[in-house]
């Protein structure tokens, strides 16, 4: 049986594992990707047929607006899929960041996760969707990155909240990837070194993802245990 096309939004889908995602869903499903860059960098990287709204995270009330405009003007009056991917952190010595670097972590990791999903509730109720936060395993604590753990950790705590308050009406879940091969240790100035090397390649990573994705279960994470027992392999689809 064929099956159903779904309504998605990706935040930071412009890249990392949120693009491998959308890669990954674009020829089976309608996604609007939200981003911080302006159309014009952000269309070239996604595949043809993407939707895409510029709406910055930084801050997280116009992004919200933003988001639920472009959704609106896309005729969406519900949605299957709210994947809050977005995600940005720093690396400083000491593990004590600046009262900037603290303000655009949690604005970005957990204030707009916060307000999206209270604001998109209403359209993922209606389809009885899901949605999906993706943490961290720094969530239990990580020295370099004290903000991005406790925002993360944040994250954690707003996913048990809400899989009780809205029980039975939109599926709740939160992902905790594991390290990955991406951009965002480049972005967030810290060098992993060689380490980088047996990270989880972004497409093996959005593979395990979109496989907890169509499970929804919570909490769940994408570890090199699940990666290298091959599990990424065989996960459910979307
Ligand atoms: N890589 C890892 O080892 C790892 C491990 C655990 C969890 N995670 C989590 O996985 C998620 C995806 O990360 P990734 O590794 O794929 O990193 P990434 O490639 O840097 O992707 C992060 C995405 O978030 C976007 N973003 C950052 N700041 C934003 C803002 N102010 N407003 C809107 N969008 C913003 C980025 O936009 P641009 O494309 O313009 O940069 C990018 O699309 C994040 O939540 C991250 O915390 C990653």
New binding site residues.
């Given amino acids: 049986m064929a099956e159903a096309r779904r309504r998605i939004v990706v935040?930071?889908?412009?890249?990392?594992?949120?693009?491998e995602l959308v890669r990954r869903l674009a020829d089976r499903h309608d996604i609007l990707v939200?981003?911080?860059?302006a159309d014009t960098d952000a269309l070239p990287v996604l595949p043809e047929g993407v939707r895409y709204v510029h709406?910055?995270?930084?801050d997280p009330e116009a992004?919200t607006q933003a988001i639920a405009e472009a959704m609106l003007k896309a005729g969406w009056v519900k949605l299957d899929n709210l994947v809050l991917?977005?995600?940005?952190?720093f690396a400083v010595e000491g593990g004590i960041e600046s009262a900037a670097q603290i303000r655009?972590t949690l604005a970005?990791?957990l204030t707009a996760s916060v307000l999206l999903a209270r604001a998109l509730f209403p359209w993922l109720e209606k389809a009885g969707g899901t949605l999906t936060l993706?943490?961290?395993?720094?969530h239990t604590g990580q020295g370099l990155f004290p903000a991005?753990a406790a925002s993360?950790a944040g994250l954690h705590g707003l996913a048990r909240a809400l899989r009780a308050e809205w029980s039975g009406r939109v599926a709740v879940q939160i992902v905790?990837?594991?390290?990955?091969?991406?951009?965002?240790?480049a972005?967030a100035g810290h060098d992993p070194g060689r380490l980088r090397d047996i990270?989880i390649p972004?497409d093996r990573m959005a593979a395990m993802l979109e496989g907890a994705i169509a499970a929804r279960r919570s909490p769940v994470t994408l570890s090199f245990g699940r990666y290298w027992t091959g599990r990424a392999a065989w996960s459910g689809k979307l």
């Fill in positions: 935040t930071g889908g412009t890249s990392g594992i949120g693009l939200a981003g911080r860059r709406a910055p995270l930084t992004a991917n977005a995600g940005t952190g655009e970005v990791n993706v943490g961290s395993v720094a991005y993360k905790h990837p594991g390290p990955t091969r991406t951009e965002m240790h972005k990270f972004a």
